[in-house]
């Protein structure tokens, strides 16, 4: 019996099988739960990529078209949900991260307030606007994991991802604050750099792939997203009752270090 056993889970960020939230949807087969995804901008894409999962090409997750800046979608979702089948929810899974090119790579103090705007909302206020559009469906409380990137410190080519990720562990931490009442925590995870298709977007993040193996007092391989998608199960699980605005770092133990050396 696995430790997400009858528990049923919305999965977000699911393009390819190199898609952290797809292995965040596998573990979480693998662990008992009914999952079901959501998609944007290319739902045939995470479609075919749901028959990659455990459950098989036969009896994949259902695919949801959902854009998390469209209110139309959020206010729907819901009801569409509902209309699958799921009639609760478990646990969230927020993997959604986007910013335009002019917002990373060196470019922070020419940035446009659009595309700041742009990198803020999908990648930070999400976080919020996900949650409650998933709150009818939680009513006997749950677990929302967010994936995030450290924002305590200024990396290089981060750029406004880094202020939008700092913005996401401010809102996990607000929205624990609000929804604790309710049973429903709220978690992030912040893995090192992974290898997935939103990494490859960022121009020279391969300088921190690079620096990360070698500093890593555990090591870290930027190919294998296994260690991260055991920690958002955990954390949708019931082994973490009491734990809510918390940021579990997975990242071969990098945060702790003061001064990175080859």
Same mark, same amino acid.
């Given at each position: 019996?696995?430790?997400?056993?009858?528990?049923?889970?919305?999965?977000?960020?699911? &393009?390819?099988?190199?898609?952290?939230?797809?292995?965040?949807?596998?573990?979480?087969?693998?662990?008992?739960?009914?999952?079901? &995804?959501?998609?944007?901008?290319?739902?045939?894409?995470?479609?075919?990529?749901?028959?990659?999962?455990?459950?098989?090409?036969?009896?994949?997750?259902?695919?949801?078209?959902?854009?998390?800046?469209?209110?139309?979608?959020?206010?729907?979702?819901?009801?569409?949900?509902?209309?699958?089948?799921?009639?609760?929810?478990?646990?969230?899974?927020?993997?959604?991260?986007?910013?335009? *090119?002019?917002?990373? !790579?060196?470019?922070?103090?020419?940035?446009?307030?659009?595309?700041?705007?742009?990198?803020?909302?999908?990648?930070?206020?999400? +976080?919020?606007?996900?949650?409650?559009?998933?709150?009818?469906?939680?009513?006997?409380? !749950?677990?929302?994991? !967010?994936?995030?990137?450290?924002?305590?410190?200024?990396?290089?080519?981060?750029?406004?991802?880094?202020?939008?990720?700092?913005? &996401?562990?401010?809102?996990?931490?607000?929205?624990?604050?609000? &929804?604790?009442? *309710?049973?429903?925590?709220?978690?992030?995870?912040?893995?090192?750099? +992974?290898?997935?298709?939103?990494?490859?977007?960022?121009?020279?993040?391969?300088?921190?792939?690079?620096?990360?193996?070698?500093?890593?007092?555990?090591?870290?391989?930027?190919?294998?997203?296994?260690?991260?998608?055991?920690?958002?199960?955990?954390?949708?699980?019931?082994?973490?009752?009491?734990?809510? !605005?918390?940021?579990?770092?997975?990242?071969?133990? +990098?945060?702790?270090?003061?001064?990175?050396?080859?």
């Amino acid at each position: 019996m696995g430790i997400l056993e009858g528990k049923r889970i919305l999965v977000t960020g699911v &393009l390819t099988d190199a898609s952290i939230g797809f292995h965040v949807a596998r573990i979480a087969q693998q662990e008992g739960a009914e999952v079901v &995804l959501t998609a944007y901008p290319r739902p045939t894409l995470t479609a075919r990529t749901a028959k990659r999962l455990p459950s098989g090409p036969d009896s994949p997750p259902p695919v949801v078209e959902l854009d998390v800046t469209d209110t139309g979608h959020l206010d729907g979702l819901a009801d569409e949900l509902r209309g699958l089948g799921f009639d609760r929810l478990d646990g969230v899974v927020h993997a959604i991260g986007f910013a335009p *090119q002019t917002a990373l !790579g060196g470019n922070f103090l020419e940035t446009p307030w659009e595309d700041v705007a742009t990198a803020v909302h999908t990648s930070a206020y999400s +976080l919020k606007s996900l949650t409650m559009a998933c709150l009818p469906l939680m009513k006997d409380g !749950g677990s929302v994991v !967010g994936l995030d990137f450290d924002a305590t410190k200024a990396w290089p080519v981060y750029d406004w991802m880094g202020v939008a990720k700092a913005g &996401l562990e401010s809102c996990c931490r607000y929205l624990a604050k609000y &929804l604790g009442p *309710q049973g429903i925590r709220v978690n992030l995870v912040a893995a090192g750099p +992974l290898a997935t298709m939103a990494a490859k977007s960022i121009p020279g993040f391969e300088g921190m792939t690079e620096l990360w193996p070698k500093a890593a007092p555990l090591g870290w391989d930027i190919k294998d997203c296994e260690s991260t998608a055991r920690a958002c199960a955990a954390l949708l699980s019931d082994w973490f009752p009491a734990t809510t !605005g918390e940021i579990v770092h997975v990242d071969g133990g +990098l945060h702790a270090i003061g001064a990175h050396t080859d």
